[in-house]
């Protein structure tokens, strides 16, 4: 499962996440509500442009405590395909 964490709302995600995150199940979390838990998550991508310093420090602690694989973007999902 793939964690998709900041911005509000993703719109068009399923359209613009390549083949292998596309294939997986995703959850998203905007960094506001509650946190999601990671105990299925195999990849994290973190929106770097539309989310708070704290819920990017708690994801990358918890990332690294399991042992996921993080990829963070400065402007979007977009930055995935190009």
Same mark, same amino acid.
Request: hydrophobic share 40%.
């Given at each position: 499962m793939?964690? =998709?964490?900041?911005?509000?709302? #993703?719109?068009?995600?399923?359209?613009?996440?390549?083949?292998? $995150?596309?294939?997986? %199940?995703?959850?998203?979390?905007?960094?506001?509500?509650?946190?999601?838990?990671?105990?299925? =998550?195999?990849?994290?991508?973190? #929106?770097?442009?539309f989310?708070?310093?704290?819920?990017?420090? $708690?994801?990358?602690? %918890?990332?690294?405590?399991?042992?996921?694989?993080?990829?963070?973007?400065?402007?979007?999902?977009s930055?995935?395909?190009?």
């Amino acid at each position: 499962m793939c964690l =998709v964490v900041g911005a509000d709302r #993703l719109g068009a995600v399923e359209r613009l996440l390549p083949p292998e $995150y596309s294939r997986e %199940e995703y959850i998203h979390w905007d960094g506001r509500s509650r946190r999601p838990s990671m105990s299925r =998550v195999t990849k994290v991508v973190v #929106l770097t442009g539309f989310i708070n310093h704290n819920a990017v420090n $708690y994801v990358k602690k %918890e990332a690294k405590k399991r042992g996921i694989s993080m990829i963070f973007l400065r402007r979007g999902i977009s930055d995935l395909s190009a």
